[in-house]
């Protein structure tokens, strides 16, 4: 899917969609910090007290939303766990009873989202969703680009570019195809390997980096049919792929050659926040007036 739409001027400035830069943001999965432990429980009890107390509540009430073992009782757990985590002890906390406790306290997709981050957990409710239909305005984004610019989902198909990619990738961006797939292109397309330069370590990168995207999906049966096909339509795929290598996807400088012809551009990966699936990838030109 082709979109021209001029130069990007104010348009992703202005735009409401909020972006993460690859290799700026990772996630926190690990264990938690002091300094997580103790924004957690903070966390925690100020979304404990902003609640209405319960309809049955009895007696009076020293201080305001839910007492704690009210919470414990609604979220199936015990009021000591509950304790200690407000009290910023870096106790294990489970992705299930975070779950249950996220419930109870009736928190926004938002703000579940962030107690699963300052737990260093993810979210079980999240693990592998199911890919949806891109929103116009994310479709809309490689044509706002003044450099070559293309739109990936979850399995890496292009879903959408401008004018510039489609004349760095002439000879597959601007033929009729089913798919638009970057590694089927990279691995079954002669053009690729005349194409890109350092061909056998970008391609070997590109699958490293197609993995580590994969493990946050790895029920997801397109996800899993790409992974057989290419394995069956490429033996260099399927090396590297059995490979077990996995990298963060970065920027940095790529080389392109057309003929004798060398084209320079720094590569730069965007995620929108909306839609984390997707990655708008932008080739700022080096060597080109």
């Not at 049955?56 to 000591?80: C, H, I, K, N, Y």
Request: proline share 5%; glycine share 6%.
């Amino acid at each position: 899917m082709k979109i021209s739409l001029g130069w990007i001027g104010q348009a992703i400035v202005g735009s409401q969609l909020s972006w993460y830069k690859i290799g700026f943001y990772t996630g926190t999965k690990a264990a938690m910090s002091p300094d997580a432990a103790r924004l957690l429980g903070q966390f925690i009890r100020a979304h404990r007290e902003r609640l209405a107390p319960p309809a049955r509540a009895f007696g009076r009430r020293r201080t305001p939303g839910w007492r704690r073992e009210e919470l414990a009782d609604a979220a199936g757990v015990s009021m000591t766990w509950v304790t200690f985590l407000e009290q910023g002890r870096q106790v294990s906390a489970s992705a299930n009873a975070l779950a249950r406790l996220a419930q109870a306290l009736q928190l926004t997709a938002a703000e579940r989202a962030t107690l699963f981050e300052l737990a260093g957990r993810r979210d079980p409710e999240l693990l592998d969703p199911p890919a949806g239909e891109l929103a116009g305005e994310l479709l809309a984004l490689p044509g706002l680009m003044a450099v070559p610019a293309y739109l990936l989902d979850r399995c890496w198909d292009l879903k959408a570019w401008n004018s510039g990619a489609e004349n760095l990738f002439a000879g597959w961006l601007d033929q009729s195809a089913e798919r638009y797939n970057l590694l089927e292109f990279v691995f079954l397309a002669p053009l690729a390997r005349t194409l890109i330069a350092d061909w056998p370590v970008r391609a070997q990168r590109l699958v490293a980096e197609f993995r580590s995207d994969f493990a946050c999906h790895p029920a997801d049966q397109p996800l899993q049919e790409r992974v057989e096909e290419l394995s069956a339509a490429s033996q260099e795929f399927s090396r590297c792929w059995q490979a077990q290598a996995v990298q963060y996807r970065e920027g940095g400088e790529r080389s392109f050659f057309r003929g004798a012809v060398e084209q320079r551009f720094m590569q730069s990966t965007l995620v929108p926040s909306a839609a984390k699936d997707c990655k708008l990838v932008c080739l700022q030109p080096l060597n080109q007036a």
